[in-house]
């Protein structure tokens, strides 16, 4: 089972308990941040169900970020193998993924969260590559991947649908283990 543990100066990213679920949803529904999910709505049940999957899944290492106790964001990474040939090494690429409460916002929560499960990917897990994915007008998680050194591999035009917005585009971001050490 994946447990991640992290502190950093301000938060707690621990693995999700049960009685977290609750709050989860509570912010994870509010329109203003199911507006940015592909899921926007989740049926409270399987929401739970599937959080106590990825508790049993070794390459799953997402986390709950608690602040004084009180959880105000998720990171999730699921870590998984690169695209090769066969002898390709395994678990050294990861995708990693965030929601936040918006209550908590304009602190550097959620950068110092994400940052701190970078570097444990870099660090403790040995992976090589991190992808992220967005919404081209998702603007505050255009601002923190882009916050964190992350590049802009691709522009998708149009390739994601939006239930309120339509046709819109998304974008898709990596950085590499070797950049991360050798930022300014």
């Known amino acids: 089972m994946a447990s991640t543990n992290l502190r950093t100066e ?3 990213l621990r693995s999700v308990r049960d009685n977290d679920i609750d709050r989860i949803l509570e912010y994870r529904n509010l329109p203003e941040v199911s507006r940015w999910l592909l899921r926007p709505e989740v049926d409270p049940a399987a929401f739970r169900a599937r959080w106590r999957r990825s ?13 004084d106790g009180v959880v105000i ?3 999730s ?12 090494p395994p678990n050294t690429e990861a995708e990693i ?31 090589r590559r991190i ?4 919404y081209a007008d998702n603007l505050p998680s255009v601002r923190l991947l882009e916050k964190l050194g992350m590049r802009r ?12 917005l339509g046709w ?17």
């Open 10 to 12: 301000r938060l707690e």
């Open 55 to 67: 508790a049993e899944d070794p390459n799953d290492h997402s986390a709950a970020v608690t602040r």
């Open 73 to 75: 964001g998720t990171v």
């Open 77 to 88: 990474l699921d870590v998984r193998d690169s695209l090769g040939q066969p002898g390709t």
């Open 97 to 127: 993924g965030y929601i936040f409460n918006p209550g908590y916002g304009g602190h550097g929560y959620a950068t110092e969260a994400v940052t701190a499960m970078v570097t444990y990917s870099f660090d403790r897990l040995g992976v």
């Open 131 to 134: 992808t992220a994915g967005c």
């Open 153 to 164: 591999e691709q522009h998708g035009v149009g390739d994601s649908w939006h239930a309120e």
């Open 168 to 184: 819109v585009d998304g974008y898709t971001y990596a950085l590499l283990a070797e950049e991360w050490r050798h930022r300014p």
